[in-house]
């Protein structure tokens, strides 16, 4: 059974810096399109950044642009989102999300699996 495992949220003031992880365990981590996702209450949830098989490729929403840097480690089945100059507006619980296909997609109910989730909290 595939688990996907977030961590490295937290409570940061703004203009702060934050790296979440990913471990993923149970499937092929290698094949796997993985994304990082992100909502608040009352709200959808958001693609924030996805990367393809070989981390060569990525994707990015403006939201995330500029900012933020995700990133995998195939030898360690990890996944990461390095958050720079973080504002209160990034504020949310952040999941990843792993898509066995050949490319992303913007709702995690395109996903085959995603974690729990972790929070992120930006004061200002």
């Known amino acids: 059974q595939v688990q996907l495992v977030e961590s490295g949220g937290g409570l940061v003031q703004a203009g702060g810096s934050l790296r979440l992880s990913c471990a993923e365990s149970?499937?092929?981590?290698?094949?796997?399109?993985m994304a990082w996702f992100r909502q608040v209450p009352g709200k959808e949830r958001d693609l924030i950044a996805a990367?393809?098989?070989?981390?060569?490729?990525?994707y990015y929403t403006d939201s995330a642009k500029g900012r933020f840097t995700i990133s995998r480690d195939n030898a360690k089945n990890t996944v990461y989102l390095q958050m720079n100059s973080l504002k209160s507006e990034d504020t949310a619980v952040y999941y990843c999300?792993?898509?066995?296909?050949?490319?992303?997609?913007?709702?995690?109910?395109?996903?085959?699996?995603w974690g729990q989730g972790t929070q992120v909290t930006v004061s200002s």
């Open positions: 999300d792993a898509r066995y296909s050949g490319s992303y997609g913007y709702k995690s109910s395109e996903y085959d699996y």
């Open positions: 149970g499937g092929t981590f290698s094949r796997y399109v």
């Open positions: 990367i393809w098989w070989s981390g060569t490729r990525t």
